[in-house]
């Protein structure tokens, strides 16, 4: 047994529909710039190829849980998108065999300060500091793929207040899932507990203290959560 000399921190996991058992997140790859409306909105290049970021794994928030607006930033942005999970990975994982490495799925945010990306684009900077802060992963519960089949389409839905402000299909992305995780797998071994953000439609906006984000993908259990006071 490992003695450590500090306490360990908890491992971030996953809920899964319809069962006690949990996922647990190794790490959490992000795509930006996949759906062609989005990167329109953000006046970047159409001809760029989908960028791809990471958060930590305890910047997971889930189902029902409260995101604190976040320090260092007074431009809170929301972007909701499909979430994937993986079972097993590899290096140089070939597009016609990535489905077989699928877990589940669930809906997600990818919570962003855009008043630092557009900073940080700008100048050529890197981007963990718009996208790798704490809370900026809520993440609903898994649905299996066994339950849910392969998915290529389906409505992507954000509501704040009730009022819907993102609504595409999954079925636009510029890269699918499966050009997804053979891309990644090029970069990087995936493995099990591995988590995918596959990048968000356009209509992404700002939030504030008090507002309230409802977000789906057909076929998926829903996730709601709360922006909180502004963390101390």
């Known amino acids: 047994m490992v003695s450590y000399a500090v306490s360990a921190p908890p491992q971030a996991h996953l809920d899964i529909t319809g069962s006690d058992e949990k996922f647990p997140v190794r790490r959490i790859y992000c795509i930006g710039k996949n759906y062609v409306a989005h990167i329109r909105e953000m006046n970047a ?22 995101i604190p607006y976040p320090v260092f930033t007074n431009n809170f942005h929301y972007e909701c998108e499909l979430v994937v999970a993986l079972k097993s990975g590899g290096y140089n994982i070939a597009e016609g065999d990535a489905f077989r490495h699928i877990f589940g799925y669930a809906v997600g945010l990818d919570m962003t300060r855009r008043d630092h990306q557009a900073a940080a684009l700008a ?27 392969v998915m290529e389409s389906g409505h992507v839905k954000l509501k704040v207040n009730e009022q819907v402000r993102q609504d595409a299909d999954i079925s636009l992305m510029i890269w699918k899932i499966d050009e997804i995780i053979a891309k990644l797998s090029e970069q990087h071994e995936l493995k099990a507990g591995d988590i995918i953000m596959t990048g968000t439609p356009a209509g ?10 409802d977000c789906s993908v057909d076929g998926l259990a829903d996730m709601q959560v709360r922006v909180g006071a502004k963390a101390a």
């Open 123 to 149: 100048k050529g900077l890197p981007w963990e500091v718009t996208k790798s802060f704490d809370r900026s992963a809520p993440i609903g519960p898994l649905t299996r793929v066994e339950d849910v089949g």
């Open 45 to 66: 290049d159409e001809r760029d190829p989908p960028v791809i970021f990471m958060k930590p794994a305890d910047a997971v928030v889930k189902n029902g849980g409260e």
């Open 204 to 213: 992404v906006g700002a939030v504030v203290t008090g507002d309230v984000l």
